[in-house]
């Protein structure tokens, strides 16, 4: 079964921790994404990257870090210096990253900070 | 220039009756807009998209109505069921742009 997975499902931190969001893919795609969804809001861009060990920042940058070891794998850092954390993180993938595609995906993590 | 913007923020239909959620876009430049749909809980999955060298694009009870000149589109559900009850997201993006961007949404529910 190709697709996007997310992990953990639901994640809970306390103020002034780093925490990790895992995004896998096997749908061999170049190019992968992370939003940030808050109600009655859209798709926020954080960051996306279009190949190995490259990555762009997105919109809403500030406070979370990225990296991309692996073609099917792009972890989020949700770090302290990011001030109102409590959001759902959405992880996509796209063929080739260059528009024009859709976007695949995965299930989400819903991140409260306690 | 890179806003989407979508209308309405939410939408009460009766079971049966047609849906519609509209769009507008600010750059010519776009040449992919799609549309999301989102149960609660889980990650936008791709409804039916269309590109501008044509106005219409139909599969099933959804189409897109695309008005190049406007620059506007939008999604009509026909026959709306209570299965149709999530968020929609309509989106834009352009051949090598890397980014698509999304509208704010709009939480549809369809009354049994």
């Known amino acids: 079964d190709g697709g996007i997975t997310q992990s953990p499902k639901y994640l809970f931190r306390k103020e002034g921790q780093n925490v990790t969001l895992s995004c896998e893919q096997n749908?061999?795609?170049?190019?992968m994404y992370w939003y940030r969804q808050d109600p009655g809001q859209g798709l926020r861009l954080i960051y996306y990257s279009q190949i190995v060990n490259d990555f762009q920042k997105g919109d809403i940058a500030e406070g979370y870090s990225v990296s991309r070891e692996k073609k099917e794998s792009f972890p989020l850092t949700v770090t302290s210096a990011q001030k109102n954390p409590t959001a759902f993180y959405l992880c996509?993938?796209?063929?080739?990253?260059?528009?024009?595609?859709?976007?695949?995906f995965g299930p989400g993590t819903r991140l409260t900070v306690l | 220039q890179q806003q989407v913007k979508q209308s309405p923020q939410s939408l009460i239909v009766q079971k049966g009756g047609i849906s519609i959620i509209n769009c507008a876009y600010e750059n010519t430049a776009f040449d992919y807009f799609p549309w999301y749909q989102q149960f609660p809980g889980k990650g936008p999955a791709l409804l039916i998209a269309?590109?501008?060298?044509?106005s219409e694009k139909k599969e099933g009870r959804f189409t897109i109505s695309f008005n190049k000149s406007a620059k506007q589109f939008s999604l009509h559900i026909m026959d709306s069921q209570p299965g149709d009850s999530a968020t929609y997201f309509c989106a834009a993006s352009m051949t090598g742009g890397f980014k698509t961007i999304f509208g704010a949404g709009t939480r549809l529910f369809v009354k049994a």
């Open positions: 269309i590109r501008p060298d044509v």
């Open positions: 749908l061999n795609h170049d190019a």
């Open positions: 996509a993938s796209s063929p080739a990253g260059l528009g024009g595609d859709e976007q695949f």
